[in-house]
């Protein structure tokens, strides 16, 4: 305006000094032309007013004229009728500016807030993202967002700088509520200070104006959207949130459908569910009915085969039954020749004895008679002999008497009295007998009854004190000093008698024997005679009480020989059959159960208790890295190294949330370490590249030990081992984010037929792969030498070779770098061929009429998952570090397993240790090969293979003689059962659970390899 | 008949786990516990106590439960549409691998797994394929792997074979002796009859191809996840799996591992 002016009054100065006749007046011009540049519509008309009355003034003012004055007359008035023109057009020129200029910014907005709500927002989104986009466009302080679905209540779904409330209001009710029921913007101004604060960290002020608007949906309104101001909102500013009304209001009502539309799905899903059960069911049903009928129709059948066999059986039992009856007769008349015998030599043994004693009486009383001398006509050498008579006399009446006894016991024959028995009576007796004997030895003798000895017992007394006495004279002989002594004590059979002697004792292997008649312990009968059926005749006598006789004793220290007897005799007291050698042995210990496996606890510790991450500024499919690692320490090296690159973190400490965070976020890279608490690490790397959902992720793997092998192998992009220094772990994470991103990937097709080597190029050759084909083994090697692909398709036939010769060569040398192999071949192979290709490729496509699809899939998977990147020399690196376990290093171990996956991961497993496998695919495979050569110093044996299973095989190889010794370990992947213990029984050392776990595997194989060398 | 109580079924079922390593607490509860009841008829115990102390005296007793509570109905090419579908359009996709694996779960008396082989043997594939017949029943399996069958039920397997597009006749693959069929020793070369619990087992091999069909139906949501789990781990990418007719992946949390080749045949493929 101030420019305006100036050339104003500079052009009424030069109009004022200049003459009249010069059209200097023409200038006025220029400040009309400059004020239609301005923004006020009004300026350019005040400036042709002021310009005109200039203009006249000009003409009056001025004097000198250099033209007739009614030509400046007539030019002034031309000029004053222009400037009026330009004033006018000015204003009008202004004025559409300025509104188009409005409509420009009301649209831009507008247009902000359409693009916001794009996509398909939830409700709660719509709220927030509408309020992000209002308050940030019209520099509102606060503002909340109100949403009716049912037309009657508003509820707040989201707020900007307010706290959050959720208190449902009525339409019509408070100043939102009748802005909803009004459908028309409402302000409010001049609001009391305390009426809203809004506050931030640094302090709070009251926004001033408050301002609303019903979020309409056609004639509907669904929503009030509710900013609050620090200062005045301008009228542009209410006249967009008028506009935005239909915009809001749409968006409100598209996500209220979808959420809806979102639940009846779910409720149709779920009927759709429940169908499907009544369906499953029905099945189970009509099967079960099915089976039942099946069943009666078998039984029924069956039942008239019974029948018939009924028949036939029971003419079968009527022969058998006469058969049984002559039997039984001849079974009679045996026992009635038997029971003759036993009288005859029954009577034969008393006839025997008696006939024994009675000459052995006279010579017992006359050697007694002439050892007395008492004429005294008898030299001493006489008597001593008369003596020796009488002592050798008496030992053969004991003999006699002893075998008596023996065999009326052995016959059944001995009668047992019951009589009531005091206990003090029986020992008492005893003692009498024999405490003078064991005076004249200077042995100490004593008798001890425990108070809690039953004082009484029923039982044959003679029988009683007959075992007693054997016992106590056997003490007696055996023992040179010390004591013996007869305890008395309750036993839960009854009462115990138990007899201590401090003689030599009995060594444990001849204990068993001292109860055998005629057995006598070594060295014992020079020593001290006796006929050794004492403790025999002792035995049986006790058990035909009802009650035994044991022994307990420590050679040097003394025996103790115990007799139980019970309280009452046993009903139908029958002597106890002899004891002879078979006497039961200790029970067998019970077999020891191995081990169950515990399952291993599930922990289930979420991550952002393990370690803060930036999950919850994630959102799925955004870049960020996962971090899988149990170490605190380590796994926040990682995160503060990847948020210098500027990568998001993700951060989890067990296999089971790995995979739950990779499936759900999809993580752009993993940094994975091999130990964690749950499960290996590898095993996590494999389900990651096996799962559809995530296999096209990079990972990183880190660990202690030196797995590369393995990890590459299943996908991993590389591999460091700790401890990691910061450099590595840097180009670790560069590596991944680059594998992330994505470069066109290429494939080379090698394949002679040139029809078929262009259907593949067309099969699968896109914007995104570049392919390369040749048809000869040369080329092939040429182009490989040349530069590295990411996969590469080869057919066994070519013109200069095979492509095995291809695979051969490029797995020999460092020469050529060996990219992911698919063959595609029209061969069929035959399994030694198959085995060898496993060695290069993981997919091997029969050429066929469904093959293209296979082949396609097998290379898009590849070109996903892309393969180990690192530089040659990393790898040689990596091989040469490898380390060689010296248990397994030339040692030859035979696979035998018939699932080509599971022999590649043995071998890859046990070769880069230095052992020497060899194959078998079944048991008979293995027998044959174990009866070639036994040379063999571990075998692991698969259990469920064909032909042959593993249980049989190992069998078979343990009964050659050569390979009694040869560890086997079967391989099973039975989790319950016996299964494992069929194993063992079939002879094998040990047994591993499949899915095999290397460690374990490997310790297992450690430990029962031989030692030493062959 | 009166309801079974709820613990006494699941200390059963416990006690069955314990003893003989059999888990049948996944199964769906209503036909086990019908299961149950004819059990205790045929057993002739009045309750699930008696049932128990019998089936843990006496192995016998237990290995006759065995035989109520796993229901064996089968035929050979049963529902002849699926096989079919097998012939005509799995086939090809199988022979596209060199040697296969091939995996009948639950085989009961073996029908599926014979119509399997009789299926390979005519489409070729037979001398490179090897199928593993598995079952929880020894007594089934060991009727499985005998391949004998009474032939009264022959008739039923030829119409079923020739409506599933069998291209030569089924008598090529069988001899009758006695009242009964025995199939041919050129298919049982290629197969493997073993013991393996879809409850409690691994899986055991990598395979191409796994037929599982109406067993899913006795098992509870639980199990038959594992199960389908377990299927998800043998087979190689791009293997396929046959179910029942009405059985359905739709609500196993592995679904996303596979894709539905065909929706009326159960047929799905391995991402």
Redesign the interface.
Known sequence: MAVVLVFVVLVAALDWVTPLGYVEWMLYVAPVGIAAVGRRPLLPLATAALSVTLLVLGFLLTDDQVVASHLAIVNRAIGSGVVSVMGVMGTAFVRTRVRVEHEAWLREREHRLQSALEGNPSLAEVGERTLDVLVDALGAAVGAFHVTTDGHTLRRLAGHGVEANDEPVELGDTLVGRCAKDRALKVVRDLPSDYLVARSGLGNAAPVTLAMIPAMAGDAVNGVVELGFFREPSERALQLMERLEQVVGVAVRAADYRERIDRLLEETQRQAEELQTQQEELRVTNEELESQANALRESQAQLEIQQSDLERSNAELEEQTAQLEERQQELVRARVELEEANRHKSQFLANMSHELRTPLNSTLILAKILADDAPGTLTPDQVKSAETIYAAGNDLLTLINDILDLSKIEAGRMDMAAQDLRVEDVVGQVERLVRPLAADKRLSFSVEIAAAAPAALVSDGTRVKQILRNLLSNALKFTERGSVRIEVAPAPEGIAFAVRDTGPGIPADQQRLVFEPFRQLEGHVNRAGGTGLGLSISRNLARALGGDLTLQSTPGEGSTFTLTLPLQPPAGARPAPPVTAHDPGPAPLAAPQPPRRAPSPAEALPASTFLPDDRDDLRPGDVCLLIVEDDKRFASIVMDLAHELNLPCLVARTGEEAMELARRMRPTGVVLDVRLPDESGLTVLERIKRDPATRHIPVHMVSGVDQSDTALRLGAVGYAIKPVVREQLLEALGRLQRTASDAPRSVLVVEDDPIQRESICRLIGTERVDTEAVGTVQGALELLGERTFDCMIVDLRLADGSGFDLLDQLAEGDRYAFPPVIVYTGKSLTPDEEQRLRAYSQSVIVKGARSPERLLDEVALFLHQVEQTLPPEHQRMLKVARARDAALEDRRILIVEDDVRNVFALTSLLEPRGAVVEIARNGQEAVERMQQEPKVDLVLMDVMMPVMDGLEATRRIREMPSCKKVPIITLTAKAMKDDQEECLAAGANDYASKPLDVDKLLSLIRVWMPHGRR | MTELPEDEVCTLLTTIRNTY?Y?FTGY?Q??LR??LR?GLTKLGCPDLAALQRRITADPAAFQELLGVLT???SDLFRDPSYHRFLRQEVC??L?????L?LWVAGCSTGEEAWSLAILLAETDLLS?S?I?ATDIDPVALRQAEDGVYDIDRLPRFSQNYREAGGSGSLSDWYAAHYGRARFDDRLR????F????LA???????VQFVSCR?V???FDRGLQDRAVGLFAEALC??GVLGI?S???L??SSHN??FELLSHEERVYRR?
Not at chain 2, 189 to 192: I, K, T
Not at chain 2, 194 to 197: E, K, L, P, V
């Open positions: 390593h888990d769906a209503a036909s019908r299961r004819t229901v064996h109905v090809p996709r022979a596209t691998w060199p040697s694996k490179r090897l593993y070369r290629r197969m493997v073993a013991d393996h619990d409690t087992d691994a899986v055991f091999s990598e109406n899913l139906i006795y990418r791009g029942g009405k059985e359905t739709h609500f996303h591992a991402r």
